[in-house]
């Protein structure tokens, strides 16, 4: 049987896939390799790069014009830069691959050849100039994973691939593709001496470079209706747009719902069982809690200063994109993590809470405060948003100096330490749905909250007080009311955070009540 892959590349007789050659435009990919071009196809991590070349590979061999060989040079990163140890890592692996794909020690002879008799800036370069002279066929290269190398290894492995280009495709390689997370004009190569050598003046020679993109609703639809066709097992319109809304398309992200709700999930092994959005939602909230290794791989990229530079006033709602370097917009863009638009704003709905929830990981867990049972209504079952607010701004009042400077992400402080109280009093009963993007000068937060009577939406709107406490209030009922038009909630509160230097306690700290479109708020000041 089939099933959902969130772990290397998709195989057909395992996985249910899409067409790898339908991901890119294979009729661009054939001309640039016909041109002799070499170029560059890049994309986030786990979205089926290497599961597209392998595709490719065979179907450049089969077609037999080319002989097209795959390798990966990932084993090369352990060299730590070492241009010796790297390139011959870098070799090796073609060997290795050379000998598996095609079933004879292709590379094997040249290797030693070189080995002897070639340094180690030639000797990659060396030993494909032989091979592609062997060859009656021009050779294709596919090199995976090349922005894994580090430092002078990189910088020599790309200059080898530079130095051969003038002799192809009779005496190098008629094509080389090099495919990674970034375009290699956006490497930042640190040699031994700490001098910053751009990958693009390494590798001067590529053409184009060709961006890998995430599925499509369509294809969301496709893929999940493989399973629906070999088990029989229904899964719901509703369902599926709540995948597509929760993940925007990202590849692991839609097959890892899918793995968790058919079959991780006891009730849904049952084929007679179908899968609903509130399947969908669980399966959502578990991956979060196992901190699954892709989304563990995301949150490790929160320490780095350049996606601190750019999610730090997104998750405040302040700042503009003009103010950011473009070198820190677009990693985050080759790393998935964003999109743009108007506002900039965190790639898919998963992320986006994934993002919070990690930087407050330790304070969600240690916040001090009344059980989360106490804040649920024993005879309604509803949840007491009011009493929770009120909890939180003594809490905030009391502690809040401590907690803040306890944050990396200072200036979205206030916003992240209200959401990892809210999280810790929903979880296990509800969810919280976020909405925050650079510029909007707002984070809106949707509590959904089941009880035993239907369904409890409550919108929280947070602000940073920047202009008078009125403007600010009017600018924020008018955002409040249009989020709970929005979101079908039926209550809404605005918090507004007073960050002046030098103010009491007792002036920022109120409460009052007004209305926005005929919709009654409560506005928290703190």
Known sequence: MRYFNTAGPAKRENHYRLPPLQRFDLDELLRLIDQEKYFVLHAPRQTGKTTCLLALRDHLNQAGRYRCLYFNVEPGQAARGMVAATVRTVLDEAAIWARTTFGEPLLDDIRSQVLQNSGPHSILGDALAIWAQREEKPLVLLIDEIDTLIGDGLISVLRQLRAGYPRRPRHFPQCVILCGVRDVRDYRIHTSSQEIVTGGSAFNIKAESLRLGDFSDSEVEALYQQHVQETGQVITSSALERIWDLTQGQPWLVNALGYECCFRSKQGQDRSRQVTVEMVDEAKE???????????????????????????????????????????LQYLLDLGLIRLGRPIEVANPIYREVIPRQLTYSEERTISGQAPEWYVDSTSGRLKIEALLTEFTDFFRQHSEHWLERFDYKEAGPQLLMQAFLQRVVNGGGRIEREYGLGRRRTDLLIIWPHPNGEQRAVIELKILRKSREQTIAEGLEQTADYMDRSGAGEGHLVLFDRSPGKSWEDKIFRDQKSSRGKKMQIWGM
Do not use: C, M, S, Y
């Open 286 to 328: 578990n991956l979060i809690l196992r901190r699954e290794t892709h989304l563990d791989q995301l949150a490790d990229k929160l320490r780095e200063d350049r996606v601190r530079r750019v999610l730090e006033p997104l998750l405040a709602g302040e700042g503009e994109p003009e103010r950011i370097p473009d070198d820190d």
